[in-house]
């Protein structure tokens, strides 16, 4: 299983859209598990017991640790239809010589939508920062990018990051990503539309909001929590919002 097709189960998950991809084996369905229950096992290959449906919340997830590739054998990673890599941050070298807020990494998405920018630390705040913007005109409601990492340990993480149009300029997000470091990798999906038909994981919700930056980042959360149908996720996104 590669980690393209894991990608495109997860961002399949809350488009609602259908993507090319092979059919699960045995113990991966999807249904009665939750996002992350379904991408840590297909990551790790662990088995999940085959469920037809789920009769309450889910545990909280811990999740595993992949095995990392040799270091002279970096694994070859297959992105999933709307997903694409971005660069990797400098040499340490690099790192040393820049100052708290300076962009580290500056690329474009494939169709020159959307522009992300990787900060380095601050003096006040330890964590590497993205900052995202999305020239979309017309949007009407919340758009969201999920952005994939792995920190220095091999482990993954996925943010969501929802964008608004607002009263001047395009869309635009400011996020923390903790964990990122060099020797991250990072790729990030297009932006699409949130809507009540949007599945979304609660951990990776509260996870999410938790990593916003700035009063629009967290306002781009409030829209929608307003379009979410999934009360118990509404609720996870007015907890963390406080």
Do not use: C, K
């Amino acid at each position: 299983m590669t980690t393209g097709s894991v990608l495109a189960r997860s961002w399949r998950s809350f488009t609602g859209r259908t993507l090319p991809y092979s059919p699960p084996p045995p113990g991966h369905g999807r249904n009665g598990h939750s996002l992350g229950q379904r991408v840590w096992a297909s990551f790790t290959g662990v088995e999940l017991r085959p469920a037809r449906g789920r009769t309450a919340a889910p545990a909280p997830v811990v999740l595993p640790q992949p095995r990392p590739a040799p270091p002279d054998r970096p694994r070859a990673v297959a992105l999933a239809p709307g997903w694409f890599a971005l660069p990797q941050l400098p040499q340490a070298g690099g790192l040393a010589a820049a100052s708290g807020d300076s962009v580290l990494i500056e690329a474009s998405s494939p169709d020159g939508s959307a522009r992300f920018l990787v900060r380095g630390p601050g003096v006040a705040d330890p964590d590497h920062r993205l900052e995202l913007i999305v020239d979309t005109a017309g949007a009407d409601r919340p758009l969201m990018t999920a952005v994939g990492y792995t920190d220095p340990d091999g482990i993954g993480h996925l943010l969501l990051v929802p964008v608004v149009r607002g009263r001047f300029g395009p869309p635009a997000a400011y996020v923390r990503l903790p964990g990122f470091d060099a020797g991250s990798t990072l790729t990030a999906s297009d932006a699409h539309p949130v809507g009540p038909e949007s599945s979304l994981d609660a951990e990776q919700v509260a996870a999410s909001v938790r990593a916003a930056v700035n009063e629009a980042t967290r306002d781009a959360w409030r829209q929608v929590r307003e379009l979410l149908a999934d009360d118990s996720l509404r609720a996870v996104i007015d907890r963390e919002l406080g």
